[in-house]
């Protein structure tokens, strides 16, 4: 069980990001627990700068804008 | 830091040549769409049942120009914007920001909230990621209020309907107001006046993230991503702001334009503050309006003003920043800011009188 956490304030880019995180698993077959986190304070403190960020298992992979298809596999399947 | 290579081909829709083909194509198609739209706007307000030279015609004639014109210049802005930034990032920035404290962090970081790419919704995280960072307050205020202030969008758009003295005149006020309200933001000590929770906080960890390497096809596939995006949300502003800029165009009658906006109504100024912070558009909602205003005579000094204090300084931005901010920071933040807008506005009034 991986978990991923999709940081953003809840624009639409972070919406679109948590979606395709949990399509990406989806089709993978790889179990996720999705978790957003909208508050400022610990968004700062995962070290993003630019939304959305994501991190896998506590480590960040990405930030800012919507990840790569290709890339976001990557990162559930590692 | 490590690198993670693109993996090649992977995930991508077309191959790359028809990207280096259809690029150019497109921008060739744009150009040859725009050279004809006088001629094509001529024929469609023909269409319609009242004369050309009415009010009425004279507004849907500004209306049928301006809104395919403005959604072209907005789609190529746009592109060519999100491409050159794309080798731009926050994180970049604020390594080159870090620790500058001499007088030239101050343009420097101007400059960069032009080129950075980064939307209002991230403005909480990037403002404590570059104060944890050690960049100074000053030159952190100069960064956010330049991005939305010179943005290429209302640039590139004043460029088209109004013409390039006045664009560049705007990127000139713009830049320096920007770069002088952070420098004497920077100078009133104000680090006291941040939000408790944002001055506790110890110099934030640096999120190692791996570096992607871009391909150009990638950097082309970010301006059409950014095109959608940015195009599919503003579209309604920019029609709301056509038409208003139409009835102005075909209704408002010069005196009264005069005696409102006029170069003699020194008052005209501030009220154009007072009016432009509450309104909430995006650049590409406003310079239509402005376009009508000029056309109408009135005065430079005033629109500019108006335009700068509706782009610059919007409410929705000052309650996102109310969570770092507290409301006395943001007041002098407002009112410093403010004050450059008005210094510009009265000294273009009184050189054009």
Redesign the interface.
């Known amino acids: 069980m991986k978990t991923v956490k999709v940081y ?4 639409a ?1 972070c919406e679109a990001a948590e979606k395709m995180v949990k399509e990406a698993a989806e089709k993978l077959g790889v179990a996720v627990a999705v978790e957003k986190v909208t508050d ?2 610990s ?9 959305p ?1 994501i991190s896998v298992d506590g480590k ?7 990840p ?4 976001l596999d ?1 990162w559930l399947t590692a | 830091m490590t690198t993670e290579t693109h993996d090649p081909g992977a995930h991508r829709g077309a191959p790359d040549w028809l990207w280096y083909a259809g690029v150019p194509v497109a921008a060739v198609l744009w150009w040859l769409v725009y050279g004809q739209l006088i001629p094509l706007s001529e024929w469609v307000t023909a269409l319609f049942p009242v004369p050309r030279d009415s009010h009425t015609g004279e507004a849907i004639a500004f209306f049928v120009y301006d809104v395919p014109k403005v959604l072209l210049l907005l789609t190529g802005i746009v592109f060519v914007t999100g491409v050159l930034r794309s080798w731009f990032s926050p994180e970049k920035t604020r390594a080159i920001l870090a620790g500058r404290n001499q007088i030239w962090g101050y343009p420097l970081a101007s400059a960069l909230g032009v080129l950075t790419p980064f939307c209002s919704c991230s403005s909480v995280p990037l403002f404590i990621g570059f104060v944890s960072a050690g960049i100074p307050l000053g030159v952190t205020f100069s960064f956010l209020i330049a991005g939305p202030m010179v943005g290429p969008v209302g640039l590139g758009l004043l460029y088209g309907l109004v013409g390039w003295e006045i664009a560049t005149i705007y990127l000139v006020f713009g830049f320096t107001i920007a770069t002088v309200s952070g420098f004497v933001l920077g100078r009133l000590g104000l680090e006291r006046y941040l939000q408790d929770w944002v001055r506790e906080l110890n110099a934030g960890p640096v999120g190692d993230l791996p570096e992607v390497r871009l391909t150009m096809v990638d950097r082309l596939k970010i301006g059409l991503e950014q095109v959608r995006e940015i195009v599919g949300k503003v579209w309604i502003w920019v029609l709301a702001g056509i038409g208003i800029g139409a009835a102005i165009h075909g209704y408002v009658p010069e005196e009264m334009m005069l005696t409102i906006m006029g170069g003699e109504a020194w008052w005209s100024v501030p009220a154009a503050v007072v009016v432009g912070v509450p309104m909430y558009t995006n650049a590409a909602g406003v310079i239509p309006i402005v376009e009508a205003l000029l056309g109408k005579g009135a005065a430079l000094g005033t629109t500019l003003a108006f335009m700068m204090s509706v782009i610059a300084l919007s409410l929705p931005e000052m309650i996102i920043l109310k969570q770092v901010l507290t409301l006395r920071l943001i007041g002098v933040f407002l009112a410093v800011v403010a004050l450059g807008i008005l210094a510009t506005g009265f000294l273009f009034n009184i050189i054009l009188l």
């Open positions: 953003g304030p809840g624009c880019r400022a304070k968004i700062a403190m995962a070290g993003i700068m630019s939304t960020g960040l992979v990405h930030s800012g804008g919507l790569d298809a290709g890339n990557g």
